[in-house]
Every structure is written in structure tokens, then in C-alpha cells.
């Protein structure tokens, strides 16, 4: 069984980069657990022409690059995002990526497929201390998976983390998530 773990952060030394190692860390003993990071892949904005979703094809020059991190999401069988709070939501990079999924939304007939049977998981991190802000995150996280016809299968919120030495101590909580994986 194969995992993808996706920072989506732009971040690849802070908080959400050193959550993602210690998922992948605990994960690997019983998936084949690969991670990547949303910001490492270059992409416009969708421009909400919805000819997706007539054809379950994008029109844009650069509809490789999200079939590229779709064909991740197909090769997994397990699907962990790990988001930080960016203004009370998902990053810019991870929300641009979703839009850009559009070709997929099951919402729309005929709609582009990942192979079934996957299960999402969402982790949500902030530096303030109330967990609604990381259940809208989380909100986002799901709404995708769902759409994608990936069962939403576990979600963890973390207050309290700005950067990667606050996440030491929190490490015990992550791994016991990850056990229920
Ligand atoms: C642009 C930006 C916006 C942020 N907005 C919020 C916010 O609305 N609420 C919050 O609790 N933390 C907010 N934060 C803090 C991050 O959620 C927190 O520092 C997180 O640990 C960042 O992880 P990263 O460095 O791995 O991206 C924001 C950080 C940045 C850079």
C-alpha cells in the first residue's frame, strides 16, 4: 500500500515541513510513503472558463503539471494533506491547486477519474489557539476529497504551532494519528 503526504505549505524548512516527516517517518514501516510539497510544482490560477466541465479536460497550457500531481494522488492509496492556517484557510498554493482539479469534480458529467478506494486524511495547523479556525481547514481539506470520491477517513487540528520546535512537542499526539492510519 502506497502513501502520498503533501505539505501544503510553500514552507519546506518550518512547522507544516517537520509535520510531514514525522507522518511519513511513522508511516513508512507500513506504507510506501513518498511526500511532496504543493509549492514545488508551477501553475496558473483556473480562469473559471468551465469547459471542464463539457470535456473533463483543461484547456490550459499547463494541464500537465496538475496531471502530474494527480497521477501522485492516483499512485496512493493513502492521501494525508498537511495545511497550515494562511488567513484562516488553506495556502493560496493548495487552494490554486484545488480549483485547478475542477476536471475531476464529480459534479460534473463527464468528469475525469482517480482509481476508487482511497481514503484522505487532513491535517490542520495554526499559531492561534481555537480549533474552529483548523476545522475550516480542515472543511476545505474534505470538501475535496469528497469530491474526488476519496473517503474522508481521519482529520487531526493542531493549535498553537507557528514554527518547526513547536512541533516537538506535539509529536507524541501526531504519531498516535498516524496510528489510526
Ligand atoms: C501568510 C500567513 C498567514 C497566516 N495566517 C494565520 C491565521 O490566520 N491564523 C493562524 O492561527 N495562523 C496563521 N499563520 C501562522 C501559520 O499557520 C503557522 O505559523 C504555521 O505553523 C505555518 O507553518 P509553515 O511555516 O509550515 O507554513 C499565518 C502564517 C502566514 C505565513
Known sequence: MKALVINCSPVRTG????IVKTVCTELSSRYDTRSICIDDYKFDFC??????????????????VILDIMNEFDNADIIVSVAPSYWA???GQYKAFIDRVTPWCNTHVPHATIKPGKKGYAIALRTGPNMPECERLIGSIEHFYGHL??????????????????VEPRKEEIISFCKGI
Not at 47 to 64: E, I, L, Q, W
Open 15 to 18: 512547522a507544516t515541513a517537520e
Open 47 to 64: 480562469k473559471g472558463c468551465r469547459s471542464c466541465h463539457n470535456t473533463a479536460k483543461c484547456v490550459m497550457p499547463d494541464a500537465s
Open 89 to 91: 484557510d488553506i495556502p
Open 149 to 166: 470520491e476519496i473517503e474522508c477517513a481521519g482529520h487531526l487540528g493542531l493549535t498553537s504551532v507557528e514554527n518547526k520546535a513547536d
